[in-house]
């Protein structure tokens, strides 16, 4: 079969009449089909189009050739369950009171993630649902999902904590069995198959009986190295291959299918021959990685006063390597799963968004994981392509939350307008929309005011300061324009931090329009803090 993207490479036609002709059904009155595909801990420089040098994420890249891609794009919150409950519902994290990741799945709460998902709003028009991958989110709204396999056979319901984990090792354990460890090896927390480990691994000069003696609870983050399972059999693949299925299954209904996929979140582990596809003695240790952070508010987070292998240079090459790889793997199996639209004619009849939930550290500042709003944690990737709606090669430099997705989709797809907190990105893409972008806010209350619990950013200037007027964590201001690496925190203890007082009441102001414009009950308390 002749899909569109082999059609490209054979011919180097890029004419879209000749494309449409031999590829696209005639559906002129059929309803429009969404396929939403996430990634988790993918950060916005893990793509060859956002000037990455080394990575090389063509399927991505032509995506966003083929619609809009979006350069400045973040998450409304740098954990998963907020971010994909607010991607979801089109609500801010204060509004959803999805805080923190605990209260996904069966967390029980009055006043908790109340209103409808955009899937729920397109079941009621007819759409035909189904959701692949990590769920992460409340499991009351999963109702309207009709994927064919509901539970693995140990009886664990595919959208409870684990069930898509489940799901897979029923798959696993059927294709690609348990195996004896070898010197070097220990088994993988997640698919409990054996892993090669890495020098970044924090059991990486223990033998497996030291290991069983010591007995330790591993997390994922703590897994480096690479996974001794064949490339078909992984769990990307595993992901990528449940939406190719559906899309098959599903070529002749109207359809809302998302791909969520694991990776590339840890255990940093890929298979082959993405492990080492980009060998780690060729990575390059982010600049920030010897940052001192004696005036930054995140001097101690995500444990990285403890954790120092992660502000080692040498060792954080292997992440960045093992990193890089799983990006790749998603990149590959993203190219096949839109070769499956174009093999049904479905490509000019399917809106289709790429996004991340959050970014990644990876030795950034010395850390690892999320949770702050650094760039590496808080940018994102986005782009959407939908044939005769959004034009090719569109670039969009506006400043968006993926909080906006919610009404963007029911925009394009032509349905009633929900209330939400986000806004339509058709504007920004088609160039009518003059307000919107000018700045972005990300958000984070959940132990109170006792960390940095907002950011905004604007023209390049970043402001993150805590909700309350007694916190006694410090304000931070960068100034990305000249500071891209967020080294100099112009604010906070900077003896001449007075010389920047009007930019920082600027992005003051701004936050508080957000905070007023969603009825925010800390607006207060930043109004009244001191910031310099």
């Not at 940052?291 to 120092?308: H, Q, V, W």
Request: glycine letters at 6%.
């Amino acid at each position: 079969m002749l899909t569109r993207r082999k059609f490209l490479k054979n011919t180097g036609i890029v004419s879209a009449t000749v494309i449409s002709g031999l590829l696209t059904k005639s559906c002129s009155s059929k309803k429009k089909n969404l396929l939403f595909i996430m990634t988790d801990q993918q950060r916005y420089d893990a793509l060859s189009l956002a000037g990455n040098t080394v990575l090389e994420t063509p399927n991505l890249d032509q995506l966003a050739k083929e619609g809009v891609y979006f350069k400045n794009a973040y998450t409304p919150c740098a954990v998963c369950a907020p971010a994909r409950s607010s991607i979801l519902t089109g609500h801010t994290v204060e509004h959803t009171g999805m805080r923190t990741n605990s209260r996904a799945y069966y967390f029980e709460e009055e006043g908790l993630m109340t209103m409808p998902t955009f899937d729920e709003i397109l079941s009621k028009e007819g759409y035909h649902c189904e959701y692949y991958g990590k769920w992460h989110s409340q499991t009351s709204h999963t109702s309207i999902y009709k994927n064919p396999k509901q539970a693995s056979k140990n009886g664990n319901f595919v959208f409870a904590h684990g069930g898509q984990n489940h799901v897979y090792m029923d798959y696993i354990n059927a294709n690609f069995p348990k195996r004896d460890l070898k010197p070097g090896e220990l088994y993988d927390t997640f698919t409990k198959r054996p892993y090669r480990k890495d020098p970044l691994d924090k059991y990486y000069n223990m033998t497996y009986k030291e290991f069983e003696k010591q007995n330790p609870k591993r997390v994922q983050p703590d897994l480096h190295g690479e996974l001794m399972i064949p490339r078909e059999h992984s769990f990307t693949a595993f992901q990528a291959k449940e939406t190719i299925e559906a899309i098959e299954r599903l070529k002749d209904k109207t359809f809302s299918i998302t791909c969520s996929f694991h990776f590339p979140h840890a255990p940093m582990l890929p298979p082959a021959p993405y492990y080492n596809m980009y060998p780690a003695e060729d990575m390059v240790p982010p600049v920030s990685i010897s940052d001192d952070m004696e005036n930054s508010p995140y001097k101690g987070a995500n444990g990285r006063m403890g954790l120092t292998e992660y502000a080692d240079p040498e060792k954080i090459k292997y992440m960045i390597s093992n990193y890089y790889g799983l990006v790749k793997e998603i990149d590959d199996w993203v190219g096949k799963i839109l070769d499956k639209l174009d093999e049904h004619g479905l490509t000019r009849n399917t809106m289709v968004i790429f996004v991340s939930d959050h970014g990644e550290m990876l030795g950034a500042h010395g850390m690892r994981e999320k949770n702050v709003f650094y760039e590496e944690s808080a940018h994102i990737p986005l782009m959407i392509r939908f044939p005769g709606k959004i034009k090719k090669k569109t670039t969009v430099d506006g400043y968006i939350s993926t909080l906006d997705l919610f009404p963007t989709i029911l925009d394009y797809l032509k349905i009633k307008e929900h209330h939400s907190d986000g806004k339509s990105l058709r504007g920004l893409i088609e160039g009518t929309d003059k307000e919107h972008g000018k700045y972005v806010v990300t958000e984070w209350n959940y132990r109170g005011d006792v960390i940095v619990n907002y950011m905004v950013i604007k023209d390049g200037w970043k402001l993150m300061i805590p909700y309350s007027k007694t916190s006694k964590v410090i304000n931070a201001m960068y100034n990305l324009n000249e500071d891209p690496h967020e080294m100099h925190n112009l604010i906070g203890k900077n003896p001449k931090r007075s010389e920047y007082k009007a930019q920082a009441e600027e992005l003051r102001s701004c936050l508080l329009e957000w905070l007023e414009k969603n009825n925010s009950k800390y607006y207060n308390g930043v109004k009244e803090r001191k910031l310099i």
